[in-house]
C-alpha cells in the first residue's frame, strides 16, 4: 500500500510544515498534500491558514520523490486554464511529481468572504466540476482547442509547456452519489474519501455502476482513503497526542471516518478492511503541530499491510 500524509495548512508555520514534509519524505511516505482553503475549516475559521498552490511548490526543490498535491483543489477558486498552468508549474519545480487534485468545494465561508461565487446549489458546482475536469485534461495532454461550455469557454487555448510527466494524474475527491462519482468514473485517474467501511463500501458500488455506464476499468483508478492517525505502542498515549493535535485546533474530531490511534498493528488492523476493498493508498489526516513519531512509523503500518 502507500501511505501519503495530509499535513493541515492551518495553525502552522511554514518552517513547522516543511520540516514535517521533509521527515516524510526521509520516512518512505509516498506523497505530500494539503488543503486547498483560505480560512481555516476546522474550529474558529480565523486561524491562520497557507496557501495550498503556492506551499506545495515550496516543496518541489527541497524534496526529491514524494507525490506533491493538494487535497483537494476547490475548483471554484480558479478558471480551469489557471489551475492547469498551476499543475503543470508544479510538476516542473519537482521534477515530475505533481498530482493535480480537486473538487467541487463545500465551505461557504471563505467564498463569501473573498466574493468568489459558490453557485447557487451543490448539484452546480458539481456541474462545474465535471466541466472543469475534462478541459482540464484537453491542456494538460497539450490539446489546442477552443470550448464553449455552460461554465466555461476557452478560445485557441493551449497549456505550454506541457507537463513533465506523459500523464498528469487528476485526483478527483468526494462522495456524492450523482455527480461526483459519475465524473471520478469518467474523468479521473485517482478517487478520495473519508468514511466508515460500510460508507466506502456504498460509494464504490456507486462508483462501480457509473463505470459500467461509461465503460470504465476501475483497476485504472487509483483509490484513496484518508484517516486522521497517531502512532504509539501505548493505544491511550496515542490518543492523548491525538487530542493535544485536536486541542491546538480547536476541535474534538478531525472530520469524518475512523480516527485511528494505537500501535502499529492496531493501525493496520483497522485499514486492513479498506485495503481489502480495493483502496490502495490510505492519506493520513495530520493536524498541526504534527506528530512525528507517526510520521516516521508509518512503514511499520506498511510493512504490516503488505499482501
Not at 511548490?57 to 477558486?77: D, E, S
Request: aromatic share 8%; with cysteine; proline share 6%.
Amino acid at each position: 500500500m502507500r501511505f501519503g500524509l495530509q499535513l493541515w495548512s492551518q495553525s502552522t508555520d511554514w518552517p513547522t510544515f516543511r520540516d514535517a514534509a521533509v521527515l516524510a519524505e526521509a520516512s518512505d511516505w509516498d506523497s505530500v498534500w494539503t488543503w486547498d482553503h483560505l480560512l481555516a475549516i476546522f474550529g474558529p475559521w480565523e486561524q491562520p491558514v497557507l496557501e495550498g498552490w503556492s506551499t506545495m511548490a515550496a516543496l518541489g526543490p527541497i524534496t526529491g520523490r514524494v507525490r506533491l498535491g493538494l487535497m483537494v483543489g476547490a475548483n471554484t477558486f480558479r478558471n480551469p486554464g489557471l489551475t492547469a498552468k498551476l499543475a503543470t508549474t508544479l510538476d516542473h519545480v519537482s521534477g515530475g511529481r505533481a498530482v493535480l487534485g480537486i473538487g467541487g468545494a463545500w465551505f461557504e465561508r471563505e467564498h463569501e468572504a473573498f466574493g468568489i461565487d459558490f453557485g447557487a446549489s451543490p448539484g452546480a458546482r458539481l456541474d462545474w466540476l465535471d466541466e472543469s475536469v475534462m478541459v482540464l485534461r484537453r491542456l494538460l495532454d497539450g490539446e489546442r482547442f477552443s470550448h464553449q461550455g455552460p461554465a466555461y469557454t476557452f478560445h485557441d487555448a493551449l497549456c505550454e509547456p506541457r507537463p513533465i510527466q506523459g500523464h498528469l494524474p487528476i485526483l478527483v475527491g468526494g462522495v456524492g452519489r450523482r455527480k461526483t462519482l459519475r465524473t471520478v468514473a469518467e474523468r479521473a485517474d485517482a478517487w478520495n474519501m473519508s468514511g466508515t467501511l460500510d460508507e466506502a463500501r456504498a460509494a464504490l458500488v456507486t462508483l462501480e455502476g457509473h463505470a459500467a455506464d461509461v465503460g470504465r476499468d476501475l483497476a485504472s483508478l487509483e483509490k484513496t482513503i484518508s484517516f486522521p492517525v497517531v502512532i504509539d505502542d501505548d493505544a491511550g498515549e496515542a490518543r492523548r497526542r491525538m487530542d493535544v493535535l485536536m486541542g491546538a485546533n480547536g476541535i474534538t474530531s478531525m472530520g469524518p471516518g475512523p480516527h485511528l490511534a494505537g500501535s502499529p498493528a492496531e493501525v493496520a488492523r483497522a485499514i486492513r478492511p479498506y485495503r481489502d476493498l480495493g483502496f490502495g493508498t490510505v492519506i493520513v489526516r495530520m493536524a498541526a503541530p504534527y506528530d512525528p513519531q507517526t510520521i516516521e512509523r508509518i512503514p511499520e503500518v506498511a510493512e504490516l499491510l503488505q499482501p
